[in-house]
């Protein structure tokens, strides 16, 4: 118990002071919950943390490599986060704003680096040898594979996005110049994030050349809630765009519009070796 505060103490002060209290369980994790791993709700991975808490890991089941831990970062932790991007005078623009970063990462961003890693390996969700087995399958089923958790460093590159309301992100693929692995974690509104397949999306053109009617390629929608993380690999991190349009009309989860406020993110990647 003893350490679990000390953890929690180490990292509320990589992230700055919080003055929220909570119970250190996100008000939003029960929220906007879609279970479709496997379509089998009895396949929902819920490893314990050193805080105690069950992380619930989600896979998209249309797309392969992508993951979702609703419930990663705690209210608290959430509040300390944007403490420290207030801090750091991240947070004063009116419009869409970013703060990039390479090489040596903050305090908190390591820190960010290192739950992740943490989180995965508790999850046990993937372990050296099923790497070795190279099995799709089995592989398919990591949250994050083995030869992505163990690279050193994790990320080295990060960015903040800050969005005003109706602001978003076109739909892309991110650049090549960084590794396969990249993490976001949400802050603040919630939002749909649409994922569409670069290989339909080329189809449906050639189609449209060739004059053939097409339905256009479904997109899948992905609700990003506070505190959330998701992983992108293989097929999600490159074989599918990703975009966030919070234009009226496009932010609909269940029927409803989704109130759309300030909006937070850091995307953590890796840079490719340059020999
Ligand atoms: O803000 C987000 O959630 C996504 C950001 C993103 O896709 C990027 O920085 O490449
Ligand atoms: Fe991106």
Same mark, same amino acid.
């Given at each position: 118990?003893? /350490? ?7 990292l509320?002060?990589a992230?700055?002071d919080s ?5 250190? /369980?996100?008000?939003h994790? @029960?929220?906007?919950?879609?279970? @479709? !791993?496997?379509d089998?709700?009895?396949?929902i991975v819920r490893?314990?943390?050193?805080f ?10 249309e797309?392969n490599?992508l993951?979702?831990?609703?419930d ?7 509040s ?11 947070l ?5 704003n ?7 990462? %903050? ?10 890693? #943490?989180?995965?390996? *508790?999850?046990?969700?993937?372990s $050296?040898?099923?790497n *070795? !087995? ?10 994050? %594979?083995? #030869?992505?958790?163990w690279?050193e %460093?994790?990320?080295?590159q990060? &960015? ?5 309301p109706? /602001?978003?992100? =076109?739909a892309?693929?991110?650049?090549? @110049?960084?590794?396969d692995g +990249?993490a976001?974690?949400?802050? $603040?509104?919630?939002c ?6 670069? $290989?339909?999306?080329?189809?449906h053109?050639? /189609?449209?050349?060739? @004059?053939?009617? !097409? !339905?256009?390629s479904?997109?899948i %929608? ?9 992983l ?7 074989k599918?765009?990703?975009? +966030?349009?919070?234009?009226p009309?496009?932010? &609909?989860?269940?029927?409803?519009? +989704? ?5 937070t993110?850091v995307?953590?990647?890796?840079? =490719?070796?340059?020999?």
């Open positions: 118990m003893e /350490e679990e505060e000390e953890l929690k103490a180490i509320r002060n992230f700055g003055s929220s209290e909570s119970d250190g /369980e996100s008000s994790d @029960r929220r906007g919950r879609r279970v @479709r !791993v496997n089998s709700s009895d396949e490893p314990l943390s050193i105690g808490d069950t992380h619930t890991w989600e896979s998209i089941t797309i490599g993951w979702i831990c609703r990663f970062l705690s209210v608290d932790l959430q300390s986060l944007l403490s420290a991007f207030e801090k750091e005078g991240y004063a623009g009116t419009s869409h970013q703060a990039m970063k390479f090489g040596d990462l %903050p305090p908190w961003a390591l820190e960010l680096s290192y739950i992740i890693r #943490e989180n995965v390996l *508790l999850s046990g969700s993937c $050296e040898s099923m *070795l !087995v190279t099995s799709d399958s089995s592989k398919e089923s990591c949250f994050f %594979p083995s #030869e992505l958790l690279r %460093p994790l990320f080295d990060l &960015i903040v996005n800050i969005y005003q109706g /602001e978003g992100i =076109c892309h693929v991110d650049l090549l @110049r960084f590794e +990249i976001i974690i949400s802050l $603040e509104s919630s749909v994030m649409h994922f569409s397949s670069v $290989e339909a999306e080329a189809n053109h050639l /189609e449209e050349v060739n @004059r053939v009617c !097409v !339905v256009p479904a997109k %929608p992905v609700l990003l809630t506070p505190g959330s993380l998701i992108m690999w293989g097929e999600a991190r490159y599918w765009k990703h975009e +966030i349009n919070r234009k009309g496009f932010q &609909i989860w269940e029927g409803q519009e +989704i109130d759309q406020k300030r909006r993110s995307t953590l990647r890796k840079l =490719c070796r340059t020999e």
